[in-house]
């Protein structure tokens, strides 16, 4: 590599053979993947820099995300996806994946700048992203989208299920014990589908007073859509946004 274009943080090596194994692409252009690890204060000027292919690969990483998320939930609302994209997509998301790759293992800044570890969050994710638009523009689409499933899939699971993102029925239970002093719980009001891959209909209720139901792919799923249809009754419509949604289950094999 040649030494003006910076050094790579201490203890590395710049090894893009590794960088190539832990992103699980073999790049044709290797010059793409050193611009895409590459700081602004590690490049030449500013345009060899991964400023540009950082642009590029957050408009990409939403199209593959909305795209997936179309498809998977074909019945789910459109203020549904979107809080769902806007954590999957999220600078803090994007950060933690270019953390579990070790990107930051790679990262080229100029000498007159050094990063304490950890690496700044800004930093990581402006990286995802631009490896993001690395790959893409080395082999298209079907190159950068199963890159994007193997790291987001599981995002997109832990937000649906509520383990990321707004946790509807941990908001539910705190408003329900602070103006109610009651636990809320939820009711199985129907089952669908083979046993591998049942859908659940399932209605949240607070003492006497059940909210409307929701479908789900899984328990966990339809309890947090039927805590999120209960909010909605509870808040004000400017705190919550959307309808009740009573959506019947996406059909099997959709996801």
Not at 61 to 72: P, T, W
Not at 76 to 102: A, H, P, Y
Not at 169 to 182: P, T, Y
């Amino acid at each position: 590599m040649a030494s003006d274009r910076g050094s790579a943080l201490p203890g590395s090596e710049l090894d893009l053979e590794t960088c190539q194994q832990r992103i699980g692409h073999v790049f044709r252009d290797p010059t793409l993947l050193v611009s895409a690890v590459t700081h602004a204060s590690g490049a030449r000027h500013r345009l060899a820099s991964n400023e540009r292919l950082e642009f590029l690969g957050d408009a990409i990483l939403g199209f593959v995300v909305c795209e997936r998320l179309f498809h998977a939930y074909p019945e789910w609302l459109e203020g549904d996806l979107t809080r769902i994209k806007s954590v999957v997509v999220s600078r803090e998301t994007c950060s933690r994946l270019s953390e579990q790759l070790g990107l930051a293992d790679f990262l080229i800044v100029g000498k007159g700048l050094a990063f304490n570890r950890p690496v700044p969050a800004s930093v990581l994710s402006d990286m995802f992203e631009s490896v993001v638009a690395a790959i893409y523009l080395d082999g298209g689409i079907e190159a950068v989208r199963p890159f994007i499933d193997r790291l987001l899939g599981p995002e997109i699971d832990k937000v649906v299920s509520g383990e990321l993102g707004s946790n509807h029925k941990s908001l539910l239970q705190q408003l329900a014990q602070r103006d109610f002093g009651l636990t809320p719980t939820y009711e199985v009001l129907a089952e669908e589908g083979p046993d591998h891959s049942k859908s659940f209909h399932i209605t949240a209720q607070i003492g006497p007073h059940r909210y409307p139901p929701a479908w789900g792919r899984n328990k966990k799923e339809a309890e947090q859509r039927a805590a999120s249809n209960a909010l909605s009754e509870l808040q004000p419509p400017a705190e919550t946004g959307d309808a009740p949604d009573d959506a019947p289950p996406p059909a099997n094999g959709s996801a």
